[in-house]
């Protein structure tokens, strides 16, 4: 279960004159879904946790936190428009709450970016870090969230699946840096690194992966 504590202390930050009990209800179904195995409250709640350790680095961390609890809002594993479907949710929710125009266009902005990873500003960066820390994740956590993954695309042929899965982890490798905003690549660069390029070829090869004795 989502913190509604939590999210109804954040709407109020956020100018709304409600408590957002609509949006933490739809929210609360969302993540519920039975078709998510990784894409969960879980995911959502360790977001979270890591946001509160980095959310001084944030120009707007109410903005950040919302954007964080609404990114995977609407997720279906067969459609490519999840993201802005998200933020039109996320939207929609805010402004019939009250929540200035402003506010929503830059937490919709950042909802958009975490499809393709893009950029804009240093918030941005940091959701977008937030949401792909578990690539940094210990052997035992990251095999988890794989196996997620791929209960969520049950429905998709395995050799297919280990292909395409492959060239998603072998792009993020191919980037200059995995994550932008400083604290988070000096915490979370190595280990990313180590873990996709144990984890990419294996999918290639369908071998078990080789993960180091901690």
């Known amino acids: 279960m989502l913190p509604a504590e939590r999210f109804a202390?954040?709407?109020?930050?956020?100018?709304?004159t409600d408590d957002g009990g609509d949006a933490i209800t739809r929210l609360q179904s969302a993540y519920g879904?039975?078709?998510?195995?990784?894409?969960?409250?879980s995911h959502i709640a360790a977001c979270l946790q890591l946001f509160d350790q980095v959310k001084a680095e944030a120009a707007r961390p109410d903005e950040v936190e919302a954007a964080l609890w609404f990114h995977d809002a609407v997720y279906d594993p067969r459609a490519r428009d999840n993201e802005e479907r998200s933020a039109v949710m996320a939207c929609q929710l805010m402004g019939g709450s009250g929540i200035a125009p402003a506010v929503r266009d830059r937490v919709a902005d950042m909802i958009r970016a975490t499809r393709e990873h893009d950029v804009s500003t240093p918030d941005t960066a940091l959701v977008?870090?937030?949401?792909?820390?578990?690539?940094?994740?210990?052997?035992?956590?990251?095999?988890?969230?794989?196996?997620?993954?791929?209960?969520?695309?049950?429905?998709?042929?395995e050799?297919?699946?280990?292909?395409?899965?492959?060239a998603v982890l072998r792009r993020f490798l191919e980037r200059p840096a995995i994550y932008t905003t400083p604290t988070?690549?000096?915490?979370?660069?190595?280990?990313?690194?180590?873990?996709l390029t144990r984890l990419?070829?294996?999918?290639?090869r369908?071998?078990?992966v080789s993960w180091p004795q901690e």
């Not at 879904?33 to 409250?41: C, D, K, L, V, W």
């Not at 791929?150 to 042929?157: A, G, L």
């Not at 990419?200 to 290639?204: A, K, N």
């Open 200 to 204: 990419s070829p294996s999918l290639e």
């Open 9 to 16: 202390a954040l709407w109020r930050r956020l100018g709304a």
């Open 128 to 157: 977008i870090d937030i949401d792909l820390s578990i690539f940094a994740a210990p052997p035992d956590e990251i095999a988890r969230f794989e196996a997620g993954i791929r209960r969520e695309f049950e429905w998709v042929d």
């Open 184 to 195: 988070l690549r000096r915490r979370f660069e190595a280990p990313a690194r180590s873990n």
């Open 33 to 41: 879904e039975a078709h998510r195995s990784y894409h969960t409250a």
């Open 159 to 166: 050799e297919l699946y280990r292909t395409a899965r492959s």
């Open 206 to 208: 369908r071998t078990p």
